[in-house]
Every structure is written in structure tokens, then in C-alpha cells.
């Protein structure tokens, strides 16, 4: 194999792989959907949120999830058959793109298929976002919504592009933050692990400030920072900024990292 060719054959296998973890994600998610549908039968004017829009919601645990995942188990994997790191890393880079549009095809082909059936059947249901940030009194509350919630999911009131460009970020980002926590943990135990997610927190509250979300942001609610309302171009250039910047420093911890057998 050619070695330009090797970090995008790591891309597309790492991508396969975790294309082959989102079913359960999805199935996940469609099965929720089926329970509120059903309940909705039993109720006039049922309000659910369509797939897209759970979807975008979820999708920032599952990448977060999958990105600490990655971190142990395809370094290890690559590295011990004989990828540099450098390989890898820049794979998986791409993998990290690769599985934000798997997540974004595959939730636009079944919210269309959804919106289809309820059209055909006449279903008596309004779509609404489920994902707006509702206030809470708990800041962690506040904190873990806002990671899972925004308004940006709702393409009855969002410009669909708008919400695709969003999602990806989103994707993108979380996956990053996943990765760059699982790549501590791996590297240098325990106390450097929990000190990457210390870290993380403040890069998310930051993440949020880009895209209006205020309510339980660590940043706003201690240092009073506030964007206020960025434009869209500052806050997708400011987003890219700090994806890139968790790039720099995963590829610094995953560089010489001693692989465990």
C-alpha cells in the first residue's frame, strides 16, 4: 500500500467501525420515537420533536462517547501493526468527518421517511423542538443541557443549512473533546485524565458562548463572559479554532505515547 494512501485507509476502517457502533444509537433513537408516537395516538395534537432533531440532540454523547473509545482502542490497534502514530492520527482526523456526515445522512434519510408516514397516514401530530434549553435551577443541570440541547435542531425555525452546518460542528467538536480525554487517560493516568476534563468543561462552556448558549455555562456564570450574539461566520471560525486546537493537542499527547500490548 502506498503510504499517502495509509491514513485514508485508517480513515475509512475507523469510520466503518464506528458507522457499525451508531446503529445501536439509532436504534436507540427510533425506538423512543415509536414509544411517543404510540402515546400520541392516545392524544389529540401530540408534540414530539422529529428524528433530526433528536438526533441532534444525542449525537453529542454518542460522538463524546465514541471519541474516548477511539483513544484506546484504535491507537493501540494501528500502532501494534505497524502504523506510525502520525498515521493514525491523521486517520482518525478524518475518520471524525467521515462519521459526522454517516450520523447527518443517515438522520435526514430517516426524518424524511418519518415525515412521509405522517403525512400519508394523516397522523394528528405537531413537530416541535425538543431541544430547546429550558432554565434550571442546578447549574450542573444547566451544564449537561446544554451540551445536549440547542435550538439549532429545530428546522421548522432554522434554516436547514443552518442546522446541517450545526450538526456537523457539533459532531465534530464533541468527538474531539471524547478523544482528547480518552488520549489523557490512556497516556498519563488517572490525575491527568481528570484534569483533561476539567479542561474540557471550559473548552465546551467556550464552544457554547459561539452559539448563544448561556444557561449554565460555567463561563458566563463565574467570569460573566458573554458574546452575545456572534455572527454566524464568528462563531463557525471560532468553533473551527477550537476543534483544531484539540487537534494540536491530541496529536502532542498521542505523538510518543507508549502503546500497551
Not at 433530526?52 to 460522538?63: L, Q, W
Not at 434519510?109 to 408516514?117: D, K, L, Q
Request: charged share 10%; aromatic share 16%.
Amino acid at each position: 500500500m502506498k503510504q499517502n494512501n495509509i491514513p485514508l485507509k485508517v480513515a475509512f476502517d475507523i469510520t466503518s467501525v464506528q458507522s457499525g457502533w451508531s446503529i445501536i444509537f439509532f436504534l436507540i433513537l427510533i425506538f423512543n420515537n415509536i414509544i411517543k408516537y404510540i402515546s400520541s395516538l392516545f392524544h389529540e395534537g401530540g408534540e414530539i420533536g422529529n428524528f433530526f432533531n433528536i438526533t441532534f440532540s444525542g449525537s453529542t454523547v454518542f460522538m463524546l462517547i465514541i471519541g474516548i473509545i477511539a483513544a484506546y482502542t484504535f491507537l493501540p490497534l494501528y500502532v501494534n501493526h505497524g502504523i506510525t502514530r502520525k498515521d493514525y492520527f491523521v486517520g482518525n482526523t478524518l475518520a471524525i468527518f467521515f462519521i459526522s456526515l454517516v450520523l447527518l445522512a443517515v438522520s435526514l434519510i430517516i426524518t424524511g421517511v418519518e415525515y412521509t408516514i405522517v403525512n400519508l397516514t394523516n397522523m394528528d401530530i405537531t413537530f416541535i423542538n425538543e431541544g430547546a434549553i429550558e432554565n434550571e435551577e442546578n447549574i450542573i443541570a444547566n451544564f449537561v443541557l446544554s451540551i445536549v440541547l440547542s435550538s439549532f435542531g429545530d428546522m421548522n425555525n432554522v434554516p436547514w443549512l443552518l442546522s446541517i452546518g450545526v450538526f456537523l460542528i457539533r459532531a465534530m467538536f464533541f468527538y474531539a473533546i471524547g478523544w482528547f480525554i480518552g488520549a489523557s487517560f490512556y497516556r498519563a493516568g488517572v490525575i491527568a485524565g481528570f484534569g483533561s476534563i476539567a479542561f474540557s468543561i471550559i473548552l465546551v462552556s467556550l464552544f457554547d458562548l459561539f452559539w448563544e448558549a448561556t444557561e449554565g455555562n460555567i463561563l458566563a456564570q463565574y467570569l460573566s463572559l458573554d458574546f452575545g450574539t456572534p455572527s454566524l461566520f464568528i462563531s463557525f471560525i471560532g468553533s473551527c479554532f477550537l476543534i483544531a486546537f484539540l487537534f494540536v493537542i491530541i496529536r502532542t499527547i498521542t505523538k510518543r505515547v507508549s502503546v500497551r500490548l
